[in-house]
């Protein structure tokens, strides 16, 4: 192979390793999520509003939404895919609103809200490291 034919081929810096296993990391997430969402839709669980056809409209709305979508995301994330993080933050977004927004209704689970803003938070830095490494380099 002559010496022009050949590509120089980057080693992922560790800001990009992390990032690809904080993506996997929340693909399973994703995953248990939708998992617990289709849960609630199919009624595996006792409870009085733990089957789609009991349920108030607005847990049906949110959750059909949310039982489509992270599990959607979770593929994305895994597959590293752009898109994976789009899905992710449209779930996150709409659980943040329905837990923050309208307590009433949802309930407020902290615990969900937090996560989502950690990760957030994490994924947010590691772009901007990531980016300045970049611009650095050139």
Known sequence: MSSQARIAVAAPTMAEGALAWLHRLVAVYCLLFGILY?????????????????????????S????????????????????????????????IVMYVGFPQIYGFRIGAV???CIVAA?????????YLQRKRIT
Do not use: K
Request: proline share 4%; charged share 10%; hydrophobic share 65%.
């Open 114 to 116: 937090a996560t989502h």
């Open 64 to 95: 059909v939404l949310l039982a489509v979508f992270f599990p959607f995301a979770a593929i994305g994330l895994w597959m590293l895919a752009s898109w994976g993080p789009v899905l992710w933050l449209i779930c996150a977004i709409t659980e």
């Open 38 to 62: 289709w849960i609630r839709l199919i009624g595996l669980n006792d409870g009085l509003t733990w089957r789609f056809d009991t349920m108030p409209i607005t847990w049906q709305a949110a």
């Open 122 to 130: 994490l994924y947010l830095t590691l772009r901007l490291v990531i």
